[in-house]
C-alpha cells in the first residue's frame, strides 16, 4: 500500500464527476422519453445515447456508459485495485453470459439480440465463453472457468449460477464488498427459490451456502430463510414479509452500495478502499439514471421511492 495507490486514489475521487447525482430527478421528472434524453445527452452519459434511443437502448448506453468509466478507473490501479474493479463489474460479463444463453437455447431473445459488452482487461472469462456453440459447451465452459459449473445449461441455471459465483468470488476476494454481496446473494437466492419457485441446482446451492450458510440455503420457507441468514446478509432483506416484497430490498441495496461507497471514498488512507467506493458510488448512480429513464417513459415521477427506508 501507498506510493502505488497514489494515483489510483485520486483518479477514484475525480471519478465522482461523472455522477449525475440530484440530476436525476430532472431526468425523471421529464414528461416524455425524448425530454428526458435530451437533457442527458448534456451529461456524461450522453455518448453512446442517441437522440431518437427507445428505453431499452437508453438505459443500455447508461450501463455502457458506466462499463467505460471502470475500464478506465481499473487502469489507473496497481494489480490489486484492478482485480477489485475486475470482480465489482463482474455484471457486466454476466449480462453477455445471459444473452448468450439465451440465443444458444434458441428462445426469443428478450430483450433482442444485441451487441456484447465490450469489457477489456474487465472480463473474467468472456473471450472463451463467447466462443461457445451450444448451451453443453457453454456450461463446460463455465465449469473449467473461474464461474464454475452452474449445475445445468438452461438459461436459468446459468443466469442464477453465475451470479451466486460472483457474489462468492466477491466476498472472498474484496473483503471491504462482503455484506454487499452477501446481501445480494440474499435477495438473489430469495428471489430464485421463493419468488419464481425454482430450486438452486446442486453447485449453485453449494456456493450459495458458502455465502449464506447451509440452513438459509436449505430453508423450505421464505420465514425459515430470513431467520437463518448470517447478519452480514440479513441486512438487505430485514423487515421484508413475502418474497413479493423483495422489490423494496433491491432498492435498500443500492441505497446502502452507495452510501457505504461515499463513506470509502472520504478515507484518507492510500489503499483499495477510495476504489471500492468509486465503483460503488458510478455503479448506484448508473442504477438511479436508468430508474429515471423508465419513470421518464411512464409520464415523469420522482424517485423518492428509490430513496426511501425499506
Known amino acids: ?8 486514489v485520486t483518479r477514484s475521487r475525480a471519478m465522482l464527476s461523472r455522477c449525475l447525482g440530484a440530476g436525476a430527478q430532472d431526468v425523471a421528472g421529464a414528461a416524455t422519453l ?10 456524461a452519459y450522453g455518448h453512446d445515447l442517441g437522440s ?16 467505460w468509466h471502470l475500464r478506465v478507473l481499473a487502469g ?5 485495485g484492478a482485480t477489485a ?5 463482474s455484471g457486466f460479463e454476466i449480462a453477455n453470459v445471459d444473452d448468450h444463453a439465451r440465443a444458444l437455447s434458441g428462445a426469443t431473445p428478450s430483450p433482442p439480440a444485441r451487441r456484447a459488452y465490450g469489457l477489456g482487461a474487465l472480463a473474467t472469462a468472456w473471450p472463451r465463453l463467447s466462443r461457445t456453440g451450444s448451451p453443453a459447451e457453454l456450461r463446460a465452459a463455465m465449469a473449467g472457468s473461474a464461474w464454475g459449473d452452474p449445475g445445468g445449461d438452461s438459461p436459468a441455471a446459468v443466469a442464477i449460477g453465475i451470479r451466486i459465483a460472483a457474489a462468492g468470488r466477491t466476498a ?8 454487499w454481496a452477501a446481501g445480494r446473494a440474499a435477495l ?3 428471489r430464485e427459490v421463493f419468488l419464481a419457485d425454482r430450486a438452486l441446482t446442486l453447485p449453485t446451492a453449494h456456493r450459495a451456502a458458502r455465502v449464506l450458510g447451509s440452513k438459509a440455503v436449505g430453508a423450505a420457507s421464505f420465514a425459515e430463510f430470513l431467520r437463518h441468514l448470517p447478519a452480514a446478509a440479513r441486512w438487505a432483506v430485514d423487515g421484508i414479509g413475502t418474497p413479493a416484497d423483495l422489490w423494496r430490498a433491491e432498492t435498500r441495496w443500492w441505497s ?3 452510501q457505504d461507497g461515499l463513506e470509502l471514498l472520504h478515507g484518507s488512507g492510500l489503499d483499495s478502499s477510495p476504489v471500492i467506493g468509486a465503483v460503488a458510488v458510478l455503479s448506484a448512480d448508473a442504477w438511479r439514471v436508468r430508474a429515471a429513464l423508465e419513470l421518464a417513459a411512464r409520464g415523469g415521477g420522482s424517485l423518492e421511492v428509490l430513496d426511501a427506508p425499506a
Do not use: I
Not at 76 to 80: G, I, L, T, V
Not at 172 to 179: E, L, N, Q, S
Open 76 to 80: 489507473w490501479q496497481p494489480r490489486a
Open 1 to 8: 500500500m501507498g506510493a502505488g495507490w497514489v494515483a489510483g
Open 85 to 89: 474493479v475486475r470482480h465489482l463489474a
Open 172 to 179: 472472498a476476494a474484496v473483503p471491504p464488498a462482503t455484506r
Open 52 to 67: 431518437e434511443a427507445d428505453l431499452a437502448d437508453a438505459q443500455r448506453a447508461v450501463s455502457a456508459t458506466l462499463l
Open 188 to 190: 438473489l437466492v430469495g
Open 256 to 258: 446502502r452500495l452507495r
Open 34 to 43: 425524448d425530454d428526458a434524453l435530451r437533457y442527458l445527452g448534456a451529461t
